[in-house]
Protein backbone atom coordinates (compact mmCIF):
# COMPACT_ATOMS: atom_id res chain seq x y z
CA UNK A 1 0.00 0.00 0.00
CA UNK A 2 1.50 3.65 -0.92
CA UNK A 3 0.12 6.51 0.61
CA UNK A 4 -1.84 9.20 -1.81
CA UNK A 5 -0.33 12.52 -0.48
CA UNK A 6 -2.13 15.30 -2.96
CA UNK A 7 -0.32 18.52 -3.92
CA UNK A 8 -2.34 21.70 -3.71
CA UNK A 9 0.32 23.87 -5.13
CA UNK A 10 -1.44 24.42 -8.52
CA UNK A 11 -4.33 25.49 -6.63
CA UNK A 12 -3.03 28.05 -5.14
CA UNK A 13 -1.12 29.10 -8.85
CA UNK A 14 -5.11 29.96 -10.21
CA UNK A 15 -5.55 31.81 -6.66
CA UNK A 16 -3.15 34.01 -7.50
CA UNK A 17 -3.23 34.51 -10.94
CA UNK A 18 -6.89 36.79 -10.34
CA UNK A 19 -6.04 37.35 -6.43
CA UNK A 20 -8.52 37.25 -4.01
CA UNK A 21 -9.74 33.98 -2.23
CA UNK A 22 -10.48 31.17 -4.44
CA UNK A 23 -9.77 28.84 -5.51
CA UNK A 24 -9.48 27.95 -1.39
CA UNK A 25 -5.72 25.51 -1.33
CA UNK A 26 -7.38 24.82 2.45
CA UNK A 27 -11.10 23.98 1.55
CA UNK A 28 -9.45 22.05 -1.66
CA UNK A 29 -7.11 19.98 0.68
CA UNK A 30 -9.99 19.36 2.86
CA UNK A 31 -11.94 18.09 -0.23
CA UNK A 32 -9.02 15.76 -1.37
CA UNK A 33 -9.28 14.36 2.24
CA UNK A 34 -12.77 14.07 2.01
CA UNK A 35 -12.66 11.99 -0.87
CA UNK A 36 -9.62 9.55 0.83
CA UNK A 37 -6.21 11.49 0.54
CA UNK A 38 -3.92 10.38 3.42
CA UNK A 39 -1.94 13.28 2.68
CA UNK A 40 -1.49 16.87 1.59
CA UNK A 41 1.88 18.25 -0.04
CA UNK A 42 2.72 22.11 -0.23
CA UNK A 43 5.98 23.43 -1.51
CA UNK A 44 6.09 27.02 -0.82
CA UNK A 45 8.99 28.66 -2.68
CA UNK A 46 10.45 32.12 -1.59
CA UNK A 47 8.73 34.02 -4.60
CA UNK A 48 5.04 33.39 -3.52
CA UNK A 49 3.81 32.33 -6.55
CA UNK A 50 1.61 29.74 -5.14
CA UNK A 51 1.86 28.46 -1.69
CA UNK A 52 2.79 30.99 0.78
CA UNK A 53 3.52 31.07 4.19
CA UNK A 54 -0.14 31.98 5.39
CA UNK A 55 -1.37 28.88 3.45
CA UNK A 56 0.93 26.91 5.18
CA UNK A 57 -0.48 27.94 8.65
CA UNK A 58 -3.76 27.63 7.17
CA UNK A 59 -3.47 24.58 5.56
CA UNK A 60 -1.67 22.67 9.32
CA UNK A 61 -4.25 24.27 11.27
CA UNK A 62 -7.43 22.62 9.47
CA UNK A 63 -5.93 19.51 8.25
CA UNK A 64 -7.68 16.42 10.61
CA UNK A 65 -6.06 14.24 12.64
CA UNK A 66 -4.32 11.68 10.91
CA UNK A 67 -3.58 13.17 7.47
CA UNK A 68 0.10 13.70 6.83
CA UNK A 69 1.25 17.44 6.02
CA UNK A 70 4.45 17.39 4.04
CA UNK A 71 6.21 20.76 3.42
CA UNK A 72 8.75 20.54 0.54
CA UNK A 73 11.28 23.01 -0.05
CA UNK A 74 15.02 24.03 0.25
CA UNK A 75 16.37 24.24 4.34
CA UNK A 76 19.41 26.47 2.50
CA UNK A 77 17.17 28.98 1.27
CA UNK A 78 17.54 32.23 2.99
CA UNK A 79 14.31 33.66 4.77
CA UNK A 80 13.23 37.11 2.64
CA UNK A 81 9.87 39.23 2.92
CA UNK A 82 7.13 36.85 2.83
CA UNK A 83 9.26 33.94 3.69
CA UNK A 84 10.63 33.22 6.99
CA UNK A 85 12.12 30.45 5.42
CA UNK A 86 11.69 26.04 5.68
CA UNK A 87 12.12 26.05 9.43
CA UNK A 88 10.64 28.48 10.59
CA UNK A 89 7.33 27.08 8.48
CA UNK A 90 8.00 23.69 10.18
CA UNK A 91 8.02 25.13 13.31
CA UNK A 92 5.03 26.96 13.14
CA UNK A 93 3.14 23.99 11.28
CA UNK A 94 5.09 21.45 12.79
CA UNK A 95 4.35 19.17 9.56
CA UNK A 96 4.54 14.97 9.77
CA UNK A 97 7.64 15.19 6.88
CA UNK A 98 9.85 17.88 5.66
CA UNK A 99 10.90 16.84 2.24
CA UNK A 100 14.13 19.03 1.77
CA UNK A 101 14.54 20.06 -2.23
CA UNK A 102 17.32 21.68 -3.60
CA UNK A 103 15.54 24.14 -5.73
CA UNK A 104 16.57 27.74 -6.89
CA UNK A 105 14.94 30.59 -6.91
CA UNK A 106 14.72 30.51 -10.18
CA UNK A 107 13.52 27.13 -11.03
CA UNK A 108 9.90 26.98 -12.50
CA UNK A 109 10.12 23.24 -10.95
CA UNK A 110 12.04 20.85 -9.19
CA UNK A 111 14.08 19.28 -11.58
CA UNK A 112 17.19 17.64 -10.12
CA UNK A 113 17.99 15.84 -6.74
CA UNK A 114 20.74 16.76 -4.12
CA UNK A 115 24.44 14.91 -5.23
CA UNK A 116 25.07 12.82 -2.52
CA UNK A 117 28.57 13.23 -2.68
CA UNK A 118 28.78 16.78 -2.50
CA UNK A 119 26.31 17.40 0.44
CA UNK A 120 26.56 21.07 1.85
CA UNK A 121 28.50 20.64 4.93
CA UNK A 122 25.35 22.19 7.41
CA UNK A 123 23.05 19.19 5.87
CA UNK A 124 23.72 16.63 8.89
CA UNK A 125 22.98 20.15 10.80
CA UNK A 126 19.35 21.17 9.08
CA UNK A 127 17.94 17.33 9.54
CA UNK A 128 18.84 17.32 13.06
CA UNK A 129 16.84 20.87 13.58
CA UNK A 130 13.56 19.65 11.64
CA UNK A 131 13.74 16.15 13.22
CA UNK A 132 13.93 18.07 16.72
CA UNK A 133 10.31 19.35 15.69
CA UNK A 134 9.32 15.71 15.30
CA UNK A 135 9.58 16.14 11.71
CA UNK A 136 10.28 13.07 9.21
CA UNK A 137 13.25 14.11 6.87
CA UNK A 138 13.01 12.93 3.31
CA UNK A 139 15.59 14.37 0.43
CA UNK A 140 14.61 14.52 -3.75
CA UNK A 141 17.31 12.24 -5.02
CA UNK A 142 17.66 11.62 -8.86
CA UNK A 143 16.74 8.61 -10.32
CA UNK A 144 19.51 5.74 -10.62
CA UNK A 145 21.03 7.26 -7.58
CA UNK A 146 22.45 4.73 -5.33
CA UNK A 147 25.03 6.58 -2.51
CA UNK A 148 22.59 6.95 0.20
CA UNK A 149 25.12 6.17 2.88
CA UNK A 150 25.95 9.96 3.71
CA UNK A 151 22.42 10.50 3.75
CA UNK A 152 21.59 8.20 6.40
CA UNK A 153 24.27 9.08 8.65
CA UNK A 154 23.48 12.50 8.51
CA UNK A 155 20.03 11.72 10.27
CA UNK A 156 17.62 11.22 7.32
CA UNK A 157 14.68 9.11 7.51
CA UNK A 158 13.83 8.78 3.55
CA UNK A 159 14.48 9.68 0.17
CA UNK A 160 11.84 10.75 -2.51
CA UNK A 161 13.02 9.44 -6.36
CA UNK A 162 12.53 12.16 -8.79
CA UNK A 163 10.18 10.69 -11.51
CA UNK A 164 10.18 13.48 -14.19
CA UNK A 165 12.56 11.35 -16.42
CA UNK A 166 10.53 7.68 -16.19
CA UNK A 167 6.96 10.45 -16.99
CA UNK A 168 8.70 11.63 -19.95
CA UNK A 169 9.88 8.17 -21.22
CA UNK A 170 6.39 6.58 -20.47
CA UNK A 171 4.66 9.37 -22.47
CA UNK A 172 7.08 8.88 -25.15
CA UNK A 173 6.40 5.12 -25.16
CA UNK A 174 2.69 5.68 -25.36
CA UNK A 175 2.65 7.96 -27.88
CA UNK A 176 4.27 5.18 -30.35
CA UNK A 177 7.86 6.99 -30.60
CA UNK A 178 10.70 4.99 -32.29
CA UNK A 179 13.01 3.07 -30.11
CA UNK A 180 11.67 4.77 -26.83
CA UNK A 181 10.86 0.97 -24.76
CA UNK A 182 14.21 0.82 -23.76
CA UNK A 183 14.24 4.04 -22.45
CA UNK A 184 11.04 3.29 -20.69
CA UNK A 185 12.83 0.23 -19.39
CA UNK A 186 15.59 2.27 -18.44
CA UNK A 187 13.93 4.99 -16.63
CA UNK A 188 12.18 2.27 -14.53
CA UNK A 189 15.47 0.62 -13.44
CA UNK A 190 16.99 3.58 -12.47
CA UNK A 191 14.51 4.34 -10.17
CA UNK A 192 14.31 0.85 -8.84
CA UNK A 193 17.60 0.92 -8.28
CA UNK A 194 17.80 3.92 -5.95
CA UNK A 195 14.89 2.51 -4.35
CA UNK A 196 16.62 -0.80 -3.45
CA UNK A 197 19.82 0.74 -2.18
CA UNK A 198 17.57 3.08 0.05
CA UNK A 199 15.72 0.22 1.43
CA UNK A 200 19.03 -1.60 1.88
CA UNK A 201 20.41 1.05 4.03
CA UNK A 202 16.88 1.43 6.23
CA UNK A 203 16.32 4.43 4.48
CA UNK A 204 12.28 4.86 3.28
CA UNK A 205 11.16 5.52 0.01
CA UNK A 206 8.97 8.04 -1.92
CA UNK A 207 8.39 9.01 -4.91
CA UNK A 208 6.85 11.82 -6.84
CA UNK A 209 6.72 14.36 -10.28
CA UNK A 210 5.08 13.84 -13.06
CA UNK A 211 2.93 11.21 -11.85
CA UNK A 212 -0.27 10.70 -13.47
CA UNK A 213 -3.31 8.10 -13.12
CA UNK A 214 -1.75 6.79 -16.82
CA UNK A 215 1.88 5.74 -15.74
CA UNK A 216 1.56 5.65 -11.57
CA UNK A 217 0.25 1.98 -12.12
CA UNK A 218 3.29 0.72 -14.13
CA UNK A 219 5.78 2.82 -11.82
CA UNK A 220 4.70 0.98 -8.46
CA UNK A 221 4.22 -2.13 -10.15
CA UNK A 222 8.02 -2.22 -11.28
CA UNK A 223 9.15 -0.26 -8.36
CA UNK A 224 8.34 -2.28 -4.81
CA UNK A 225 8.09 -1.00 -1.58
CA UNK A 226 7.26 2.78 -2.30
CA UNK A 227 5.61 4.67 0.68
CA UNK A 228 4.06 7.63 -0.54
CA UNK A 229 3.53 9.07 -4.07
CA UNK A 230 3.23 13.19 -4.06
CA UNK A 231 1.07 13.74 -7.27
CA UNK A 232 0.20 17.30 -7.69
CA UNK A 233 0.22 18.86 -11.94
CA UNK A 234 -1.07 15.50 -13.52
CA UNK A 235 -3.76 15.09 -10.76
CA UNK A 236 -5.01 18.77 -10.74
CA UNK A 237 -5.22 18.98 -14.51
CA UNK A 238 -6.96 15.61 -14.31
CA UNK A 239 -9.75 16.93 -12.23
CA UNK A 240 -10.17 19.91 -14.20
CA UNK A 241 -12.39 17.55 -16.26
CA UNK A 242 -13.96 14.56 -13.67
CA UNK A 243 -13.86 16.90 -10.80
CA UNK A 244 -11.23 16.67 -7.56
CA UNK A 245 -12.90 14.44 -5.82
CA UNK A 246 -13.55 11.86 -8.34
CA UNK A 247 -9.89 12.13 -9.44
CA UNK A 248 -8.21 11.45 -6.19
CA UNK A 249 -10.93 8.54 -5.45
CA UNK A 250 -8.82 6.94 -8.94
CA UNK A 251 -5.92 8.07 -7.55
CA UNK A 252 -6.56 5.78 -4.49
CA UNK A 253 -7.73 2.88 -6.33
CA UNK A 254 -4.32 2.48 -7.82
CA UNK A 255 -2.21 3.32 -4.95
CA UNK A 256 -4.24 1.25 -2.41
CA UNK A 257 -3.58 4.09 0.15
Known amino acids: MTLLSVNVN ?3 VLRNSRGG ?3 SPVAEALRCVDAGARGITVHPRPDRRHITAEDVAAIAAALPAGVEFNIEGNPFAPPRDGYPGLLALARAARPAQVTFVPDGDGQVTSDHGFDPSALPATMAAQIAAFSGLGCRISLFVDPGE ?6 RDAGAHRVEVYTGPFADAFEAAATGE ?4 SALADALAACRR ?3 AAQALGLGVNAGHDLSQANLGRFLADVPGVLEVSIGHALIAEALVDGLAETVRRYRRITGG
Open 146 to 151: TRFERL
Open 10 to 12: KIA
Open 194 to 196: SAE
Open 21 to 23: RLP
Open 178 to 181: AGVG
